[in-house]
């Protein structure tokens, strides 16, 4: 079965540009999206079709797909980004997410 | 405003039943294709299961671990889409979130509830 794997974690400091990374063989076949999730909330779309935000998604969100590496980067990193964040992959035969990137703004 | 409300989730034994529901408004729902997600407690997201619109054939797909135990089901009438939980598992424990694309791109899940929490414990 297709699989996508994230770091764990990343840290960053306030106002420095963060890089979370969702890796798979073929990714970039895959449509990519991405979901913020703050504790106890419901997942929030920040990107979808790879690289394109949602309406009152920050434009310092930003996302790329290509090779085997989808990469979300968050410019400016703000206190409020902390979160977790989980890629999902997708085509006609498959959707399945990542294992979450825990943000830690510090 | 677009609102999923997800209800049914309690405490059952391994081996027993559930029936969640998801009651919709706000958008079109016989043309949307509802999901299932779901999220162990202290763990990320895997998917459940979807079913498609009438229009689209109806049809239902599952991840392989509930394929055969879980079904979904739609009531166009009520807004209101449902997963039938049976044979179930420990490792079932999760809060069950409904989740649906909006707009004509549907690789995503624009739209989700606060989900409901699932116990499966002896």
């Known amino acids: 079965s297709y699989e996508v794997t994230q770091p764990p974690s990343v840290s960053v400091s306030p106002g420095q540009t963060a890089n979370i990374t969702c890796s798979g063989e073929k990714l970039a076949t895959k449509y990519i999206s991405w979901y913020q999730q703050k504790p106890g909330q419901s997942p929030v779309l920040v990107i979808y079709r790879d690289d394109q935000r949602p309406s009152g998604i920050p434009e310092r969100l930003s996302a790329s797909n290509s090779g085997h590496t989808a990469t979300l980067t968050i410019s400016g990193t703000q206190p409020v980004d902390e979160a977790d964040y989980y890629c999902q992959a997708w085509d006609a035969s498959l959707q399945v997410f990542g294992g979450g990137t825990k943000l830690t703004v510090l | 405003d677009v609102q999923l409300l997800e209800s049914g989730g309690g405490s059952v034994e391994p081996g027993g039943s559930l029936r969640l529901s998801c009651e919709a408004s706000?958008?079109?729902?016989?043309?949307?294709?509802m999901s299932w997600v779901r999220q162990a407690p202290g763990k990320g997201l895997e998917w459940v299961g979807r079913?498609?619109?009438?229009?689209?054939?109806?049809?239902?797909e599952y991840a392989a671990p509930v394929q055969g135990r879980f079904t979904v089901s739609r009531d166009d009438s009520k807004n209101t889409v449902f997963l039938q939980m049976d044979r179930l598992k420990t490792e079932d424990t999760a809060v069950y979130y409904c989740?649906?694309?909006?707009?004509?791109?549907?690789?995503?899940?624009?739209?989700w509830g606060p989900g409901t929490l699932v116990t499966v414990s002896s």
């Open positions: 989740a649906t694309p909006l707009g004509p791109w549907l690789w995503k899940f624009d739209s």
């Open positions: 079913i498609k619109s009438k229009t689209d054939g109806g049809t239902t």
């Open positions: 706000g958008f079109p729902f016989s043309e949307a294709w």
